[in-house]
């Protein structure tokens, strides 16, 4: 069964405070890995997908980064606008659907 | 268009009410899905349509009818639904089953009273 973890389940940051988001998985044949990025009330918006490790994507502030084990979603100097829940979901060759994380909700302070 | 368009955005109907979701997209993507989410909570998977037909239905209660009419539709009926049910109703859709790069819609509010 494909898992998904995700740390920490919350994060404060001070404006401009870089950090990053772990998303660790264990599947079988990874078929690709999701960010997603979710606002209040709102559906998770696309950001990224990650297939091989050493992959790398970048976004304005945000980098993702992918390994045999887990991925990064790197926040550089975080704006308070940058605030939401970040979501991670795996692709498998054992499932035509993908599996999420609970994701990890990130405030940034001015 | 690269959107996912679902209405009504709030919804709050008594245990007794008939009501339904829609959901619309003119991306072109033959696969649409159903999610169910409780505050707090990852998107939980309720039904999978592929070219229009049902490919996956996760054990959900019978109370819930999903509807594809056609490629760009998808409905989920409502009827006697309990105060458990209250949640946010996403869609999604992507290029086919198997394509995990889902376009979500901004989601139904929905609060059974």
């Known amino acids: 069964e494909d898992q998904v973890t995700q740390s920490p389940e919350a994060l404060r940051l001070q404006e401009g405070e870089s950090s990053s988001l772990n998303c660790s998985y264990t599947?079988?044949?990874?078929?690709?890995l999701f960010w997603y990025r979710q606002d209040p009330g709102k559906g998770p918006e696309f950001l990224f997908t990650l297939y091989s490790a050493g992959e790398e994507k970048e976004k304005e502030r945000l980098k993702a980064t992918l390994t045999k084990k887990e991925s990064f979603l790197h926040i550089t100097a975080p704006k308070p606008e940058d605030s939401a829940t970040y979501l991670c979901a795996v692709g498998s060759g054992g499932s035509y659907i993908p599996t999420f994380g609970r994701g990890t909700s990130l405030i940034v302070h001015p | 268009d690269t959107e996912v368009t679902q209405t009504p955005k709030h919804l709050v109907m008594g245990m007794t009410n008939k009501k339904s979701l829609k959901c619309e997209q003119h991306m072109g993507h033959r696969a649409m899905y159903w999610y169910k989410q409780k505050a707090k909570k990852p998107p939980e998977l309720m039904f999978v349509y592929s070219y229009e037909k049902l490919s996956i239905n996760e054990s959900v209660p019978s109370r819930f009818s999903p509807e594809c009419p056609n490629s760009s539709l998808l409905n989920l009926h409502l009827h006697a639904l309990q105060p458990e049910d209250s949640a946010l109703y996403l869609c999604?859709?992507?290029?086919?089953?198997?394509?995990?790069?889902?376009?979500f819609g901004s989601g139904t509010r929905l609060t059974v009273v």
């Open positions: 599947v079988s044949g990874l078929r690709g």
């Open positions: 999604a859709s992507s290029k086919g089953q198997g394509d995990y790069g889902y376009t």
